[in-house]
Structure formats: structure tokens, C-alpha cells
């Protein structure tokens, strides 16, 4: 049977950028021992109290059909904390909720492209964009955010992307996988070219729980951006449910009126005991947001300490989330030689920038995803490696 273009071109026939992933995986069903700083997930599970919610919420009858945009309390939940936490009013008619940022990311560029448009994206940037935009029929054009200018993206190249004919902006700040987050200027240019060039802007928020210094800036938040601004944001991040498959989009009245009808007709609803446990979990507060987020900026500032004292693998000092991005040109190596090389020689396994996008090419993007110890050994095989690559290029 024929397959449509469009399932067959989600990943453009390319690589997914997960290989060192795989390769690391298969090492360890051959019985090797594989630090794994790969992937963005917590080396901690759903905290118990959540479980416990969640669990209470199955006895307590909440396991038919839900509510298609999710049910009143959730979306009243979320407008609230929306509302306390950036100061533009939100109500529950702004609020959608999903199985997790990800089908976030597909219903917001759902809203906003048509097949055939193009949909610009920041490069580097987070392994499923492209594929994403690909799978609601529309080009994905990336912009470079320059190693140069320490990842922040230039107005000007969006705008000059844009005059192509672009329909919509997808960012991410806090940015995966380069830990950077976007600067009011940066956050300003953005807005203004949204503006110029009517531009909906697509905002990635899941690691704004993860921030070491300053506020979280939601563009959403900037003159005039409520009504052209789509933020996708989750709890897989800020309350360690990955599995749970929960988040939201916020945005105007109109757009998730429509996206409650992409809900009924594809997911059909977020399981009902699920959104019962993110009503608790969101109840737990900012405390506890803290506490999820604590291990990695502990680790961020252990591998700076590291890293110190030497010039060979140069970090990119993250201002949030979970993981720390090295600048390894100085070895004369491609990101994913090196990030092949070294979990052949030390067992350690680490994300090439390539599998990021151009921008990131000769960088690494590092997971603070195991525990201090370990996290420690790592980095002291990676500076070895590093420095055996340049004593053998010299
Ligand atoms: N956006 C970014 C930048 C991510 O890093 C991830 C997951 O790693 C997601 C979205 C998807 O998150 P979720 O688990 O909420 O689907």
C-alpha cells in the first residue's frame, strides 16, 4: 500500500540525531557499563505524593472519557498560575491540555500552518522540531543561533527568514540543548519581528523551572504578544513526570477553541486521573519546583568547577535547565567523532551538537542526569579524551 508523503517525509530520511543513543544502549545490553549524560530525563522518579494522587484519583472514579481541552479544574489551575507567575491575564478559555509538550509543540503549529508554509525554528534546537513541523504538512526553516553570540538569537536573521514567507517562530528559552536563556533585548527582537512580519510566535517553556539567575521572560507577557503568542509549556520537566504525558498551551480565546477540536479528534482528552494528579502536583508550589530543579544547577556549577583551568573543552555557562553545552573545536574534532570516540574509549555517552542542528556542530550537549559521583568520573574520561586528541593532532 502507497504511504503519504507526509508520514513518510516526518523525519525527511534522515537521522533522528539519536545514534550515540542507541549505539551506548546496545553497549549496555552487552553487559558494558555506560554513563549515559544522553538524555533529558531525572535520575529521580514521580515524587510519591503525586503517585499517591494519582492513584487516589483512579478509586475516586476518574477513569472514563475526560473533558476534550481538559477538565475545568485543570485548565482553572493552570490559568491561575499562568496569570501569578507573568502577570498577563489568563482564564481557563486560554488554556488547552495536552499529553505533554510535545503534542503541545504539534497542536500549536497546527493552529498556525497550513501545508506548504514555512515555519521558522532557532537553530540549535531540540531534536523533534523539524520532524514536527514536517508532520502538520509545513517546511521547517531553520535560524541560527550563533556559538558566537553564546547561542542568542539576531532579529535580523529572523527577519530575513521570514521575508521568505514564513508563517510562524518556534523558541525555546531556557533552551534545549544549549542552556541558554534568551535576554529581554534578545526576548524584544523577537517580539518585534513577530510584529513586522506577522509572525505567530510559538514559545517552548518547559524548562522555565530550571533557571539559576534572573526571572523566566515569557514573551507572551510583551506588548501586544498575548494575541500572536503560543506558549507550550509541561510538567515533565518542572515536577519529573515524563511518563505521565501531561501539559498545556496557552494562548488566545480563538486558537484554543480551535485546538479543542484537534484535541476530540486525535487524543481525545488527557486520561481524567492524570489531570488530577497535575492539579496536585501544580498545588505543591514553587518549593517544591525548587526542589526537582535543585540536582541540576548543583551539577551545572560541579562540571564549571571541572572544567576550570583549562581551555581545551569550553563550557557554555547554562543559565538553565539540565544540561551543560562544551565547545570541543579546540580538539579538532566534529561533535560526533568525539562523541563516538569517547564512549568507545571511556564508556561515556554524550550528545553531539550536530544531532542539535548546524550551529551547534563541534559542540557537545551534556545530561546532568546521573548522580555526582558519577556525573564527576564522567567529566574527568571526557577532559582525558579531550586532551589526548589534541596531543595526538599536535
Ligand atoms: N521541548 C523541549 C525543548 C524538550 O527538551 C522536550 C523534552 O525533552 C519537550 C519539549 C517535550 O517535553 P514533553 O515531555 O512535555 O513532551
Not at 65 to 81: C, D
Not at 194 to 199: K, N, V
Not at 341 to 360: D, N, R, T, W
Amino acid at each position: 500500500m502507497q504511504l503519504s508523503d507526509r508520514i513518510t517525509g516526518i523525519n525527511a530520511g534522515g537521522s533522528d540525531g539519536w545514534g550515540i543513543y542507541v549505539m551506548a544502549r546496545d553497549m549496555e545490553r552487552a553487559g558494558q557499563d555506560v554513563i549515559h549524560l544522553t538524555i533529558g530525563e531525572h535520575d529521580i522518579k514521580t515524587d510519591r505524593s503525586i503517585l499517591d494522587a494519582m492513584h487516589a484519583a483512579t478509586l475516586a472514579g476518574h477513569t472514563g472519557y475526560s473533558f476534550g481541552s481538559g477538565s475545568p479544574g485543570l485548565r482553572e489551575r493552570i490559568a491561575r498560575r499562568v496569570t501569578e507567575r507573568t502577570g498577563v491575564s489568563t482564564t481557563p478559555d486560554n488554556v488547552l491540555v495536552v499529553p505533554g509538550g510535545q503534542a503541545g509543540l504539534f497542536a500549536t503549529h497546527m493552529v498556525a500552518c497550513d501545508p506548504g508554509d514555512r515555519a521558522l525554528f532557532i537553530d540549535p534546537y531540540y531534536a523533534t522540531y523539524p520532524g514536527t513541523i514536517r508532520s502538520v504538512g509545513a517546511l521547517p526553516v531553520p535560524v541560527l543561533a550563533r556559538a558566537e553570540r553564546m547561542f542568542q538569537p539576531d532579529a535580523a536573521d529572523i527577519a530575513a527568514a521570514a521575508r521568505g514567507g514564513a508563517v510562524s517562530l518556534l523558541i525555546n528559552s531556557p533552551n534545549n540543548p544549549t542552556g541558554v536563556a534568551y535576554s529581554q533585548e534578545t526576548m524584544e527582537g523577537i517580539a518585534r519581528t513577530c510584529h513586522e512580519q506577522d509572525l505567530w510566535l510559538i514559545s517552548d517553556e518547559v524548562y522555565d523551572t530550571q533557571l539559576w539567575h534572573g526571572r523566566h521572560i515569557t514573551p507572551r507577557a510583551l506588548p501586544g504578544m498575548a494575541e500572536r503568542t503560543l506558549v507550550v509549556n509541561s510538567l515533565s520537566k518542572s515536577h519529573a513526570m515524563t511518563g505521565s504525558r501531561i501539559g498545556w498551551v496557552v494562548g488566545p480565546e480563538e486558537a484554543l477553541e480551535h485546538m479543542g477540536h484537534l484535541a476530540t479528534n486525535t487524543t481525545y482528552g488527557v486520561a481524567g486521573f492524570v489531570q488530577e494528579a497535575a492539579s496536585f502536583a501544580l498545588d505543591r508550589g514553587e518549593g517544591f519546583e525548587s526542589t526537582i530543579a535543585a540536582p541540576f544547577r548543583r551539577r551545572r556549577d560541579l562540571v564549571l568547577r571541572l572544567l576550570d583551568g583549562q581551555n581545551v573543552v569550553r563550557p557554555i555557562p547554562p543559565d538553565g535547565t539540565m544540561y551543560v553545552m562544551l565547545d570541543i573545536r579546540a580538539t579538532g574534532m566534529s561533535g560526533e567523532a568525539f562523541a563516538e570516540g569517547l564512549l568507545k574509549a571511556h564508556h561515556v555517552a554524550v550528545m553531539p551538537g550536530e544531532s542539535f542542528g548546524q550551529a551547534a556542530a563541534g559542540h557537545l550537549r551534556v545530561a546532568l542526569t546521573v548522580d555526582d559521583e558519577r556525573l564527576e568520573k564522567a567529566m574527568r574520561q571526557l577532559l582525558d579524551y579531550a586532551a589526548q586528541a589534541v596531543a595526538s593532532a599536535g
